[in-house]
Nanobody
């Protein structure tokens, strides 16, 4: 059974930082594209950041150098370091693991963790 367990969300003041963690069980994080999405009330889910199996990264345009996606293969965990947080970053953040195979695709989601940026 595959699980992605997220942690690290919470309440932070504008300008503050948080680090989200996503630990996989039943999968090897190293061979998946690990990504973070977020969804605010009334809005569509959007890509925040991703890291490929080869270590390449991608970010949503709104990130603008504030966030960093990484992974620790030994801990089977992906991370999202978020700095200089803004109120508009408030959302539920979801971890996603995707692997595309010939004729098949594995796609898993975490349960989500709430990030609230407010003074």
């Amino acid at each position: 059974q595959v699980q992605l367990v997220e942690s690290g969300g919470g309440l932070v003041q504008p300008g503050g930082s948080l680090r989200l963690s996503c630990t996989g069980s039943g999968i090897m994080v190293s061979i998946f594209r690990m990504a973070w999405y977020r969804q605010a009330p009334g809005k569509q889910r959007e890509l925040v950041a991703g890291i490929t199996s080869r270590g390449g990264t991608e970010y949503g345009e709104f990130v603008k150098g504030r966030f960093t996606a990484s992974r620790d293969i030994a801990k089977n965990t992906a991370y999202l370091q978020m700095n200089n947080l803004k109120p508009e970053d408030t959302a539920v953040y979801y971890c996603n693991a995707v692997r595309v195979l010939p004729g098949d695709m594995n796609n898993y989601w975490g349960q989500g963790t709430q990030v609230t940026v407010s003074s």
